[in-house]
Each structure stands twice: as structure tokens, then as C-alpha cells.
């Protein structure tokens, strides 16, 4: 059973330049959410999707998009790419509907350099 | 704005010994408090989740407790191994989440 996976792994880009990131949920869950995650800090919330939607979005500016397929795979966009921007990308995926709090199966991220 | 604090300063321990974690919160009542573990180049890893009416949850080695109203969380590993050292996270939300900036543990043979 495959976890959840991300594509690209590692990726450089130039700073006004453009990136989408690409995630496959665990099987069996129908909600992807994304993560940034700066060297030494913990994840920050970007935003969800569920039924090709968003459903929540965290403190991030709208360079930051994103899009859930019928499969329920999903992409983050990250239009004029600032060097702030880098990071590593988590998706982390989750079943809707279960009683109490979306426990997140993560993948192993995208790690986004920003020159 | 929400504020969750974990011990910035790496733990180190001698294996055999209980580690201890702290999480920390502030302007924030969450129903649910979360721990997960992460390896270096990895994405987290889920290990426990403890609802806001329960004082104390167990899973093998590892131990949680939930006070809400100190808004802290501890986080225990009993017999603590090298294979023990990572990073560990708390995290607090229902669906969407805010997670501390985690804490290094070590554990030396």
C-alpha cells in the first residue's frame, strides 16, 4: 500500500520563476493538504483540498494555489518565486468524515531552493 | 495569533533513561493535541493523538499527557534507543493544524 508521494524531490529554481509540486494521497484518502516547512521549524498550514476544493488556506499570500483532481491527487503552484520561498513542500493526506481530529500521513516533501 | 513552543535545545539522553518533551500553547483551546516524529529529509510521521478530555494516553514506550489548563503536553519515551533519535513535533487542530518547531532528541548508546 503505498504511502503518500511527492514529485519533484529536489528542485532549484531562480527568483519570478514559477514551480508546481505534485502529490499522490495514501490510498484509501480523499483530503491533501500542504505544508511549507523552513529549515528548523515545524510545518505551516498553506491550505486544503477536499472534493477539488479549497476547503481551509492558512496565512499564505495568493502566489501560493493549488488544485485536487477526481483521483484526489493534487498540486501546489508557487507563482514569482521569492528567495523565501524555499523550503521543503509537505502534502500530507487525511480521510474526511472520520469522528475526531484528521491524523496526516505525510510524504517525504519536495525540498524547493529559491536562487 | 496561535503560539505553540517546544524546547528548541536539543535533548540529549543516555539510552536506557525516559526522555521528556515539552509542548507549550497559547491563544488556543484545541480538542486535540497531536505528536508526530520526524527523520532528517523526511516527512512527519504520526505517532499520538490525545483528545482534550483524556489526561493521559499510552502506546508501547511512548507516553502523552494532555493538561489543558496549564496548556501543555508532555511527551514521554520510556527505555529510550538510538533509533529513538529524531525530531518530534506536537501539533494542535482539527483539521487544519499548527505544529511547534519540534524538538531534537539524541540518544546515546
Known amino acids: 500500500d503505498a504511502g503518500v508521494t511527492q514529485s519533484p524531490t529536489h528542485l532549484i529554481k531562480t527568483r519570478g520563476q514559477q514551480v508546481t509540486l505534485r502529490c499522490s494521497p495514501k490510498s484509501g484518502h480523499d483530503t491533501v493538504s500542504w505544508y511549507q516547512q523552513a529549515l528548523g521549524q515545524g510545518p505551516q498550514f498553506i491550505f486544503q483540498?477536499?472534493?477539488?476544493?479549497?476547503?481551509q488556506r492558512g496565512n499564505f499570500p495568493d502566489r501560493f494555489s493549488g488544485h485536487q483532481f477526481p483521483n484526489y491527487s493534487s498540486e501546489l503552484n508557487v507563482n514569482a518565486l521569492l528567495l523565501g520561498d524555499s523550503a521543503l513542500y509537505l502534502c500530507?493526506?487525511?480521510?474526511?468524515?472520520?469522528?475526531?481530529?484528521?491524523?496526516?500521513?505525510f510524504g517525504a516533501g519536495s525540498r524547493l531552493t529559491v536562487l | 495569533s496561535q503560539k505553540i513552543e517546544q524546547n528548541s535545545e536539543a535533548l540529549n539522553i543516555q539510552e536506557g533513561k525516559t526522555a521528556t518533551l515539552t509542548c507549550n500553547y497559547t491563544n488556543y483551546s484545541p480538542a486535540y493535541l497531536q505528536w508526530y516524529r520526524q527523520d532528517p529529509g523526511r516527512g512527519p510521521v504520526f505517532l499520538l493523538l490525545i483528545r482534550e478530555n483524556e489526561k493521559e494516553k499510552r502506546k508501547e514506550r511512548l507516553k502523552v499527557t494532555f493538561d489543558t489548563t496549564l496548556k501543555q503536553s508532555l511527551f514521554h519515551i520510556t527505555a529510550s534507543q538510538p533509533a529513538d533519535s529524531a525530531t518530534y513535533l506536537c501539533?494542535?487542530?482539527?483539521?487544519?493544524?499548527?505544529f511547534g518547531s519540534g524538538t531534537k532528541l539524541n540518544v546515546k548508546p
Open positions: 483540498y477536499y472534493e477539488e476544493e479549497e476547503r
Open positions: 500530507a493526506s487525511s480521510l474526511a468524515g472520520v469522528s475526531g481530529a484528521n491524523v496526516l500521513t
Open positions: 501539533a494542535l487542530g482539527f483539521n487544519k493544524f499548527y
